[in-house]
């Protein structure tokens, strides 16, 4: 338990009314991102020959912990793995499969696990697949090909090909990106916003020939950061508005330079680019004078050392090197978990989200080759999101003491959202504590609910801000019971922690 110096003076608030919501959560907000890079795949998800592989090569134990963490829609092959990805050779007899050059992150991929494997582990997890299409160094008659083999029922080359390598059944892939980070420099294929907006709306026009059924992905800035944000939107939107569903965003997070109260406020900047997309995707409607909505797919997300990994030398065509490997702090966990309140609380239109990525790249489920699997410090937040986050997002309007950042000025102490289920009416309340050193009171008045009890009240919270799990120590943080929490008379009162992730179920 936390040692906290004396709370603010004055407690934060909110009220919770179910005639005030958000949105419905869609599922796949809890999504999740398999790239070939690193060990995510090869001694990841996939290593024929350790203790617990199955048949296809699959970790069980790995599965479990998947299963376990909630994971829905699975983005694959990437990433910046997928702009010169030649989806041929990931099918077919493995031995034949040829071996590559991956300039996205300079290593060796073996193909041994292909389109099939992938759609063999999202079935065993529960997941829907999210496939991306190579619109870097390929085009529209390549996503044609793929979409062919991947769902047509069969009596054509590409879908009996499908059916010769074993797969008779369609895939039934629904949830399509085309292409990923375009916008940046580095990707293979780079292209401007003109050049992109022209060849998505291309490849999506004839992939709705196939099948106009799909749910369709164009590429969205990579970052709020770049230079080109926002104009890149309106142009590729002007170009897709009306063959896509979604535009995707992405946002990476770390401390820098010891300044933890500006990291600890990462979510503050998350809603300013979701609200500034969501502001320009309806720019774009209005101007073209349309009744459709785009929605949002934040299908990469996550707090990553970026520059650790800028900073380390490149692999020298290694097979599954291991890269972007990060450990995890407690303190890392609550600013996770505090931007997965900043997606629930934009959950009207982020209906798509992929945690970048699954295990051993900047995860939340690290493993060792032939040896164990277990959980990092932002498993936690995750799981019970996951888990208990399904419903209807509530109108969550903090008033709450502040604190300074250098990077974000006055930010809240408080962030906070809150998930009604619609059939039993049970409420949870997702709520963190940015404050480094003080507890902070918490009043939250309940209207129109029939609420009378806490069911659980979960803190994750450590004395050593830096503490981790690791291979040694799998088990050195995990969430612990919250103390004091009281609901009477229609109001929740309790007391968060310093620097914590709480879950608070009411019934």
């Known amino acids: 338990m936390s040692t906290a110096k004396p709370a603010p003076a004055h407690p934060a608030r909110f009220t919770l009314d179910p005639a005030f919501t958000v949105g419905e959560v869609d599922p796949r907000l809890f999504g999740s991102f398999v790239e070939h890079l690193g060990r995510c795949v090869y001694t990841g998800v996939f290593e024929p020959g350790h203790p617990s592989a199955d048949d296809q090569g699959l970790r069980t134990d790995v599965l479990d912990l998947i299963r376990e963490l909630g994971v829905t829609a699975i983005r694959y092959p990437g990433g910046n793995f997928v702009s010169a990805y030649r989806w041929e050779d990931s099918v077919g007899p493995v031995e034949e499969r040829p071996r590559r050059l991956d300039p996205a992150w300079r290593s060796v991929e073996t193909n041994r696990f292909g389109l099939s494997e992938y759609i063999d582990f999202v079935r065993k997890v529960g997941g829907e697949p999210m496939m991306a299409v190579n619109l870097g160094t390929r085009g529209v008659a390549e996503a044609v090909e793929l979409l062919e083999y991947a769902n047509h029922r069969g009596g054509t080359a590409l879908s009996d090909l499908r059916a010769a390598h074993g797969d008779k059944e369609p895939y039934g892939i629904r949830l399509w990106c085309l292409g990923n980070e375009m916008d940046g420099p580095w990707q293979t294929g780079h292209k401007t916003a003109e050049e992109y907006g022209r060849l998505a709306a291309e490849t999506a026009r ?274 612990h019971p919250g103390e004091g929490t009281e609901l009477k008379d229609g109001v929740l009162r309790t007391v968060l922690e310093p620097m914590s992730w709480n879950m608070i179920r009411l019934a």
């Open 206 to 479: 004839a992939m709705r020939q196939i099948d106009d059924s799909l749910e369709l992905v164009a590429c969205g800035s990579s970052s709020q950061a770049m230079p080109t944000f926002a104009a890149w939107e309106a142009t590729v939107l002007a170009e897709t508005y009306d063959l896509v569903d979604h535009i995707s965003l992405h946002a990476y997070y770390e401390e820098i330079d010891g300044d933890r109260d500006s990291f600890l406020a990462s979510a503050v900047d998350m809603e300013s680019f979701i609200e500034n997309v969501v502001a320009t995707c309806d720019h774009v409607g209005a101007r073209l004078k349309s009744s459709k909505r785009i929605n949002l797919s934040f299908d990469e997300w996550n707090v990553w050392y970026q520059r650790r990994h800028h900073a380390q030398t490149p692999p020298d065509w290694e097979e599954a090197p291991r890269l972007l490997e990060d450990n995890y702090s407690v303190t890392d966990a609550v600013v996770f978990g505090s931007l997965l309140i900043a997606l629930l609380r934009h959950a009207d239109r982020v209906t798509v989200a992929c945690l970048a990525q699954l295990v051993n790249v900047i995860a939340p489920i690290m493993t060792e080759p032939g040896g164990p699997a277990w959980r990092q410090t932002t498993f936690f937040p995750f799981a019970q999101a996951s888990r208990h986050g399904r419903g209807r997002v509530l109108d969550v309007r903090v008033q709450s003491p502040t604190y300074t950042t250098a990077k974000y000025g006055e930010v809240p102490l408080l962030h906070a959202t809150a998930v009604r289920d619609e059939d039993s009416g049970a409420v949870t309340v997702f709520a963190v504590n940015r404050g480094q050193h003080d507890a902070l009171p918490l009043e939250v008045s309940l209207h129109g609910m029939d609420l009378g009890r806490v069911v659980e009240h979960s803190v994750l919270a450590d004395d050593d801000p830096e503490a981790r799990n690791t291979l040694d120590d799998p088990g050195r943080v995990a969430p």
